[in-house]
């Protein structure tokens, strides 16, 4: 059995890590509700930009324009965009990201271009000898509207210049509060849904795009496009500090039953030693006895 002094800092040490992920697990909680309310502020914007989207999509099915899918396939280059975290602790949130954007590289038959945001993206990518085309930095720990754009100008540069035909995000989305998932959305070009038949007695809504179709799509789709990436950061940073959070919750969890066992160690030791002084003591009592005795 270990000694009463190496129990004793086994304890302490526990009880100090216990802190430690205590106070993580109190501060990914606060990040994680004003994520969450960032999330809700910004959701009613993107959801009528999409809605936008499919209207003119439904109205207009024969329109050409650069952000939307063409008949014609051609090859093309890849954006990628993958967004990770700055940091670690927080369980295999970081890990299925990155799985999932090795397995897209992996798989590909097309050149790709790299846009990583997150600095455990970064270094995983640099230690495989993977090309970053673009890494965005000090964006995940305080995702923003402006962040947001700049990221979209960067890439949708790209995507008007020909550099890339094809826009790619990889992300963690919230499925609900207990449960979390890593996702590949396809941005650009803007799939068309399959075009349905209308009856001719169903009534259809007048639909008119000033000054013109062309300008309104021009207009729309770059706001969507920031819409969807500060979205992006937003859930996987309320993602993150979910993971993280659940993470030192266990963490502490599994010290308080370390302690838990440790303490009944240390009282078990005590009372052996306590015993065995006991023992020793009367053991030379009696021996103090008998020697009296015997004289």
Known sequence: MAGLREIKNRIRSIEDTRKITSAMYM??????KKAKQALEATEPYFYTLQSTIDRILRHLPDMEHIYFESPEVRQRKIGLLVITDDKGLAGSYNHNILKMAQDFLDRTEHEVDLFVVGELG?????SKGIHIHENFQY????????????????????????GIGELHVIYTRMESSMQ?????????????APTAEIPADVYQEEFLLMPSAE?????IIPNYITGFIYGALVQSYYTAHNARMMAMESATNNADDLLRDLKIMYNRARQAEITQE??????GAKA???????K
């Open 139 to 162: 964006t995940v720990q305080n995702p923003t509207f402006n962040r947001a754009r700049w990221i979209s100008e960067t890439i949708l540069d790209k995507y008007q210049s020909g």
């Open 122 to 126: 970064r270094q995983y990518f640099v």
């Open 215 to 219: 300008e309104a799509v021009d207009a």
């Open 278 to 283: 006991i023992t020793e003591v009367c053991g």
């Open 180 to 192: 979390s998932v890593a996702e590949d959305k396809q941005l650009l070009p803007i799939r068309r």
């Open 288 to 294: 103090q006895q008998m020697s009296r005795n015997g």
């Open 27 to 32: 501060i990914s909680s606060t990040k994680m």
